[in-house]
Nanobody, 129 residues
Framework: QVQLVESGGGLVQAGDSLRLSCAAS????????MGWFRQAPGKEREFVAS????????????SYGDSVKGRFTISKDNAKNTVYLQMNSLKPEDTAIYSC??????????????????WGQGTQVTVSS
């Protein structure tokens, strides 16, 4: 059974940084795509970032939503089967539940929630002004 467990959320002030982690168990995602989405109260789920690798290639390809480009960085540790989201220069509008997602398939961009087969429970990030 595949499980994705997020951690690292919390309450911070505007301008601070946080690093979210998503540890996968039950299968490895050394190839395929892993991503982060967020959802604020009353708003639709929003793509934050993804990172993927085709099974025939060695290069990891990151993608970002427009609202986080230049501030957030996604990375992956295959040995730990874990994906990270480094969030810098946080703003109050970044407040949301952040969820990790994964699929064994490689999807360039990875921005559609329909792409993913597995989801974590989410972790709350709150940014105060």
């Amino acid at each position: 059974q595949v499980q994705l467990v997020e951690s690292g959320g919390g309450l911070v002030q505007a301008g601070d940084s946080l690093r979210l982690s998503c540890a996968a168990s039950g299968r490895t995602f050394s190839s395929g795509t892993m991503g982060w989405f967020r959802q604020a109260p009353g708003k639709e789920r929003e793509f934050v970032a993804s990172i993927g690798r085709h099974s025939a290639w060695s290069l990891l390809t990151p993608s970002y939503g427009d609202s986080v480009k230049g501030r957030f960085t996604i990375s992956k540790d295959n040995a730990k089967n874990t994906v990270y989201l480094q969030m810098n220069s946080l703003k109050p509008e970044d407040t949301a539940i952040y969820s990790c997602a994964a699929t064994s398939r490689y999807y360039p961009g990875g921005g559609s929630s329909l792409t993913y087969d597995y989801w974590g429970q989410g972790t709350q990030v709150t940014v105060s002004s």
